[in-house]
DNA sequence: ACTTGAATTTGCGCTCGCTCAAACTGGCGT
DNA sequence: ACGCCAGTTTGAGCGAGCGCAAATTCAAGT
């Protein structure tokens, strides 16, 4: 499984998972329960932490640090199918009745991840009240985000795309600076090539473009929306023009 | 809700349901009790079972015909995201914690449509041993078909996309006849389009093409794939050729 | 400080597939 | 039987964005 991190020896504490969606409004002694079946791990940035075509054998909360969640074709092409976010669940094949992952996650910096193995999902569900729901609106909303970004990919030029992926990634994780909102995590032109279906070459020239009209700010792996109002003009004005 | 067609009066047969996945291993009064719920309505071809954007107030499973799910952008193109089968649950927004239908579902042509109230899900996951699951595999498994989707976006040229779209509608919906496998409803060039992201045209000239070849045989919302195995010949072929 | 390699930038040419336009076809309704 | 119209075909031109290539910059390690 590509475990890289080492085993934290019990002693989670409630407050970590206890304003988490998925365990919205538990008592004390559930929390713990669902702590009792975890493990919490770290995980070096860029190590796996589940392998697309892997036994599906556990799932996956997110505690601290970003994952990107990667496809890669037989052809060896990758593609970004999303990031994940402090306090998501992933890699829950299960609750998809899949045997292997789908996709690999790898950590885009540090992280730390609560691990539980397949077999306590019955039991969360069973013991966590709303613990199923929770699971399963996180599957229904990525659908739906997956749905959308088809349909970006079959309306739009790929400057609006490249647009819509930027102004997602400062919503979902951006962090206030002095000149503008930042990505928490480094990410390449070639990483917003992968999410966008173009190339880290078109991504560069319109970072540069961008750079130039002052609605970006961007280094080596690093990128700072300075002029949101702007990006979202470029991102809705149509085709025609 | 655009409902168009008229309400049969109860009088649902078991057999209508009893071999889906959706309701595998069930007593005969477990089927009457799963039918009990429902109400079965005609749909006429092309008439909007629901509309995108409408409250999400029913589930649904497709007992004959075939029904086309569609989104539509603000500035009003179309895109197909799948055409539900004969035995498929559609509509569940409710499994995904949705208040409102993301896409529409059109009737392909006239169909019949079991319909339940969300009021009846409750039941229907307590009382049906495994129906819950099902409902989950099914969206699990629409959630990889979209990412493989966007990734043949992102990898493939419009050529193998469309080719791959073909072949998907076939194995899905293919009716063996003398000259090949036929898709089993009406589909139109555009339709084709707005699967794989590119345009009447485009289509039109592929298959005129492939016509030529001898690998299909089209005509007015009809496709037949008349050599399967070119067909996959094609959807494979590199981009570097 | 120096080395090394990954990430980025930028230029150039070309091609795939889109847009626009026009003609054609076949099925359906009256 | 006829007309109509949605669906289809095909042509011509062009432009967005890709492939290829080369130069440059920056960060990390020794």
Redesign the pocket.
């Known amino acids: 499984m590509g475990q890289t991190g080492r085993i934290f020896m019990s002693g989670l504490d409630r407050s970590l998972i206890a304003d988490l969606p998925a365990f919205a409004g538990m008592t004390g002694e559930a929390l713990d329960l669902v702590l009792q079946g975890a493990r919490s791990t770290r995980h070096a940035k860029n190590s796996d932490i589940f392998a697309e075509g892997g036994i599906a054998d556990h799932f996956f909360l997110l505690l601290s640090g970003h994952v990107r969640v990667v496809r890669t074709t037989p052809e060896g092409e990758q593609m970004i199918a999303r990031y994940i976010n402090e306090g998501e669940l992933f890699g829950i094949a299960i609750a998809m009745g899949l045997a292997v992952y789908p996709a690999s996650a790898v950590a885009a910096v540090d992280c730390v991840v609560l691990t539980w193995p397949n077999s306590e999902w019955q039991k969360l569900q069973e013991t966590v009240p709303g613990f199923g729901a929770a699971a399963y609106r996180t599957i229904g909303g990525r659908l739906q985000e997956t749905q959308n970004r088809v349909m970006e990919m079959s309306t739009e030029?790929?400057?609006q795309r490249v647009a819509h992926a930027l102004l997602r990634l400062v919503n979902q994780a951006g962090r206030k600076t002095e000149n503008g909102v930042e990505i928490d995590f480094p990410i390449?032109?070639?990483d917003i090539a992968e999410m966008t279906?173009?190339?880290?070459?078109?991504v560069?020239?319109l970072?540069?473009a961008w750079e130039s009209e002052g609605v970006v700010a961007?280094?080596?792996?690093k990128v700072t929306v300075t002029d949101p109002h702007r990006l979202m003009l470029i991102a809705e004005r149509r085709?025609g023009r």
């Open positions: 030029q790929v400057e390449s032109r070639q279906g173009t190339t880290l070459h078109t560069s020239r970072l540069s961007s280094g080596r792996q085709a």
